[in-house]
Every structure is written in structure tokens, then in C-alpha cells.
């Protein structure tokens, strides 16, 4: 079983009805263990456009990253994302942040995300719903690395048990609470 923490975005149409959906989503394919606040932001490093919602879900499931890729892709094309142009807006993105006990660098998928250290709207989010979270052996700390970024700024707009309603928690198992 991988322990994965999936980043939620959107900034198109009900942006906090795109993330219930794809909270709801991930959570069929296994058992969501974190949940974080959400937070907005403006749009960062691609073109003009509104501002983003964004969270995370910190899940156990039963799939390999690739699969677990496929899944995420699927998900988005269901709630209605259409990939026009790279970092543009959309009404959900789900992204694969982390994962415990787990580092990959390939050409089409890189755990932890390639640029999660960079982008408040993903770290903190991450560290909500999975406190623990470690970066590969011999980086900074992520709480660090989160204390000295101030681009884009965050403004939390709902707790979790506001917007993930309908996800079913479950408690973390003891050796997550133990680390």
C-alpha cells in the first residue's frame, strides 16, 4: 500500500465544487488518511488568468505511481479539464506531490513534484495533510524550506471538514502517528 499526497487545483467556474468532486474522486480509489485547508493564491508561472483554489488529500491506495497517474488523468478529464495550453486555467488539477518512503525522477513523472519546494500553494497545503512528510534523504526540511517562501501568498478560505465533506477520513495507522 503507497501513501501519496495528491494536490488539488482549480481557478475555472465553482472552484471549490471542482475540488469536493475530485476530493470525492480520489477517495474511490482508497482511503484518504489527511486532508488539508484550502487556500487561494494568484495564478503563478504561466499566463494571465483568476486566481486558484487549492488543497491536498493525503491517501493510501493500492496502486503503483504510474497507475496512480492514470487514475488522477482520468479523474480530471470526468470533472471537465481540457489541457490547452501548458499552466493555463483549468477547473481541476490534480497533482502527485509525494509519496512516504518513495523518490522517482523519470521523464514523465517525478516524485516528489520537481517544483513543490517553490510553490507555497503546494508545500503548505502538503504539510496540512500530511504533517510528517519527509523529503528525500539529505534536503531541507519542508516546513523549512515553506518558512522562507513568500510568492504566491495564501489566504485559507475553508477548513478541512468544510470542503471535503462526503470524503470519509480515516484515522492514520500507528506507524504514521509514530513518525
Not at 62 to 81: D, K, S, V
Not at 111 to 119: C, G, K, N, V, W
Not at 154 to 169: H, N, Q, S, T
Request: with cysteine.
Amino acid at each position: 500500500m503507497g501513501r501519496y499526497v495528491i494536490g488539488l487545483g482549480s481557478n475555472l467556474g465553482d472552484r471549490l465544487q471542482h475540488l469536493c468532486r475530485g476530493a470525492l474522486g480520489l477517495a474511490e480509489l482508497g482511503r484518504v488518511v489527511g486532508v488539508s485547508a484550502v487556500y487561494e493564491s494568484a495564478a503563478w508561472g504561466g499566463p494571465e488568468q483568476g486566481p486558484f483554489l487549492n488543497a491536498a488529500l493525503s491517501l493510501e491506495v493500492e496502486l503503483e505511481p504510474r497507475g496512480l497517474l492514470t487514475e488522477l488523468l482520468a479523474i480530471e478529464r470526468a470533472l471537465g479539464r481540457e489541457r490547452r495550453e501548458r499552466w493555463g486555467p483549468r477547473t481541476l488539477d490534480l497533482d502527485l506531490l509525494w509519496a512516504r518512503d518513495l523518490t522517482l525522477l523519470d521523464t514523465d513523472l517525478c516524485i516528489p513534484h520537481p517544483r513543490l519546494t517553490e510553490r507555497t500553494f503546494a508545500l503548505r497545503p502538503l504539510l496540512d495533510a500530511e504533517p510528517s512528510a519527509l523529503p528525500p534523504p539529505g534536503a531541507e526540511p519542508y516546513a523549512t524550506i515553506l518558512g522562507r517562501l513568500s510568492e504566491p501568498v495564501l489566504r485559507r478560505v475553508a477548513e478541512p471538514i468544510d470542503w471535503a465533506k462526503g470524503v470519509e477520513i480515516s484515522a492514520p495507522d500507528r506507524h504514521h502517528a509514530l513518525r
